[in-house]
């Protein structure tokens, strides 16, 4: 089992940075794969970005660029550094951890997920 816990959410302004943090307990978040998707008012959870367990990346297009997703296994915690935010990134974003050994930007594939922290971006 591994629980997930988000952090780092708020309120900010068009153009400014957030980073969330992911810090995981349990079983040795090193081994998983993690990734964060994101739910806005309305719409389907997406997919954002995804870092394998030995750290290659990937990122949804209109991320790309402007989000880093990275880790660091000896504190069991993932992070995603979110930059010149937009309104549209407003959302409701969890991380989430698979034991399924292979990329997925699918929501099903993923084990464990955190509760989600709120990210608002007000133009």
């Not at 290659?56 to 989000?67: C, E, I």
């Amino acid at each position: 089992q591994v629980q997930l816990v988000e952090s780092g959410g708020g309120l900010v302004q068009a153009g400014d940075s957030l980073r969330l943090s992911c810090a995981a307990s349990g079983r040795t978040f090193g081994s998983y794969d993690m990734a964060w998707f994101r739910q806005a008012p309305g719409k389907e959870r997406e997919f954002v970005a995804a870092i394998r367990w030995y750290g290659s990346t990937y990122y949804t297009d209109s991320v790309k660029g402007r989000f880093t997703i990275s880790r660091d296994n000896a504190k069991n915690t993932g992070y995603l550094q979110m930059n010149s935010l937009k309104p549209e990134d407003t959302a409701v974003y969890y991380c989430a951890a698979s034991s399924r050994g292979h990329y997925s930007d699918y929501d099903g594939d993923y084990n464990y997920w955190g509760q989600g922290t709120q990210v608002t971006v007000s133009s």
